[in-house]
């Protein structure tokens, strides 16, 4: 079983107060817990941080790819936002923000056939994301960091990876589209709220 990177909710209040929190590198980050993964995925007294990375074109365009397999409530839904668990071996990288953005990397590299280290390590972050509607949402936190894809040809999932690349795609559109999963729409809000 894995180890992973959780907070208490209760020390998260200034980042569950509402759906979409801008982010403040001036708030300090709560205390870190390494817990069994499988014991906190319904524990909504912890939430679990997972670095949400939203890769965009030269237009401000997000990234968009089907879930073609994996989680069952994720099937064939639109995303734009690529993250996972913040893994005990992230938490190597040092204190605060630099273990979140470290897990970012290493799930970039897990995900993508080329990914920007180099521009992912320097992205900063716009928001906190949380949802209160489902089972799943209450216990995980989104932070969304917004990364410039500068290479000509679109990001490549690595085989094995159940999505499907759909394109770089206008915010306008997506916001309409009924097949996004509620996080993405957050994060799309999110950078329309800080243009």
Avoid at 62 to 82: A, E, I, K, Q
Avoid at 108 to 133: F, K, R
Avoid at 156 to 163: F, M, S, T, Y
Wanted: with cysteine; hydrophobic share 40%.
């Amino acid at each position: 079983m894995s180890t992973i990177l959780v907070w208490r909710s209760s020390d998260c209040a200034p980042f569950l107060s509402q759906p979409i929190v801008p982010y403040d590198a001036a708030q300090p980050l709560p205390e870190f817990h390494w817990r069994q993964r499988n014991e906190m995925e319904e524990d909504e007294a912890w939430q679990q941080p997972i670095p949400y990375a939203v890769l965009i074109d030269g237009h401000d365009q997000p990234w968009v790819y089907r879930r073609s397999g994996g989680d069952d409530r994720l099937l064939d839904r639109w995303s734009v936002g690529l993250g996972g668990h913040v893994d005990a071996e992230d938490g190597q990288a040092g204190p605060g923000i630099a273990t979140l953005r470290q897990a970012l990397l290493r799930e970039l590299g897990e995900e993508l056939v080329h990914h920007p280290p180099q521009l992912a390590a320097s992205a900063p972050p716009i928001a906190w994301i949380h949802e209160h509607d489902s089972a799943i949402g209450r216990v995980h936190l989104g932070l969304v960091f917004c990364i410039p894809w500068l290479l000509h040809e679109p990001p490549q999932p690595q085989k094995g990876e159940a999505l499907s690349g759909l394109g770089f795609l206008p915010i306008q559109q997506l916001q309409a589209e009924q097949r996004m999963e509620q996080w993405s729409r957050l994060a799309i809000q999110a950078m329309g709220e800080r243009a």
